[in-house]
């Protein structure tokens, strides 16, 4: 009963403020030492003086021993000896191409699309290894149903801005299913001021199926996200990178839903581009009890008619 009152707290919150895979809260960067807290994350192309393709993304992200009896969990692995922490989020993420304003569909352009996402997640630390291991499930929808042309049409009434007028050609209703493993593992540590990790994940499902290899670094003054709670500064400030290479196999914003293929305008698996490049950074400030983020990301051309493009967020955290 009170996992299912946490679920509709969650879900109230994402209605009553709307405005992966971009957004990711399970990287070592992120690391809150905290076995519960708050976090919650906004993305917009706004932030890099744009308006197309991937727009808008935004979570409510909640860490708690409580998710501990989740009986999703069953479907994680959990590594012996290490120290895990459980959480569920509430996502959503819209796309749209770069005239919205205009009715008619955008041919070569890509789709609009939006999707919503309840997601369990644990995060497995190894402080002997240094090494990380996360495991996520999400279930949700693609399509009308995650108010994607509402939330985008509210925004752009609300600042003034064009109003999007193709959203009636969006990508149709569909299940999102994912299942997601990562592992990063720490290479070079420079005492308390500079870090290097490597990292791989693979994530499989109706929405995203992908890999991704990469690193990232972190450079300032730091805790050690591979280290027990117990073990942490009361303010650390750093500023971090992330260069990833991702293999493409399916992705329902650009290609439709996997069950249903009505979308009146979808990109073609010819069309799609298979590999892509990406980097991620920014800024985060943490104290004992807050923490907050600035990023910044690029990413290189995700369909063969199409350009690279970039966005930016913010993040708002706090221990509970």
């Given amino acids: 009963m009170r996992h299912t009152f946490v679920i509709c707290i969650l879900s109230i919150l994402c209605i009553t403020q709307s405005k992966a895979q971009k957004i990711d809260n399970l990287v070592s960067f992120r690391d809150v030492k905290s076995e519960t807290y708050f976090r919650f994350h906004y993305d917009n192309d706004y932030f890099a003086a744009t308006d197309e393709n991937y727009t808008q993304g935004y979570s409510f992200e909640l860490v708690s021993p409580f998710f501990k009896r989740n009986p ?43 999707a919503i996402m309840l997601k369990s997640f644990i995060m497995a630390i190894d402080q002997v290894k240094k090494s990380r291991f996360t495991s996520s499930f999400s279930l949700g929808i693609i399509g009308p149903a995650a108010f994607g042309e509402e939330i985008q049409v509210g925004i752009h009434e ?17 299940i999102v299913i994912n299942y997601e493993m990562g592992y990063e593992r720490q290479l070079i540590r420079y005492k308390d001021f500079f870090s290097l990790q490597a990292h791989a994940k693979a994530n499989v499902g109706t929405l995203f199926t992908h890999g991704a290899i990469g690193f990232n670094t972190t450079l300032g003054l730091l805790n050690s996200p591979f280290t027990v709670l117990t073990k942490k500064k009361g303010f650390v400030l750093y500023a971090y990178a992330q260069p990833m290479l991702h293999v493409i196999g399916y992705d329902a914003t650009l290609q439709g839903g996997l ?17 892509t490049g990406q980097l991620n950074y920014g800024l985060v400030l943490k104290t004992r009890t807050l923490y907050f983020e600035y990023s910044r990301a690029m990413i290189t051309k995700e369909y063969e008619s199409g350009d690279p493009y970039k966005w930016g967020g913010i993040k708002i955290g706090f221990t509970l």
Avoid: C
């Avoid at 692995?77 to 509430?90: M, S, V």
């Fill in 259 to 275: 069950f249903n293929r009505q979308s009146v305008y979808t990109i073609s698996a010819a069309n799609m581009e298979r590999f």
């Fill in 158 to 174: 609300a600042t003034g801005n064009k109003t999007p007028l193709g959203w009636q050609h969006q990508i149709k209703n569909d």
């Fill in 72 to 114: 999703i969990n069953y479907l994680f692995y959990k590594p012996k000896d290490t120290e895990i922490r459980y959480g569920l989020a509430l996502e959503h993420i819209g796309y749209t191409p770069n005239h919205y304003e205009l009715p008619e569909i955008q041919f070569g352009d890509r789709p609009f699309a939006s």
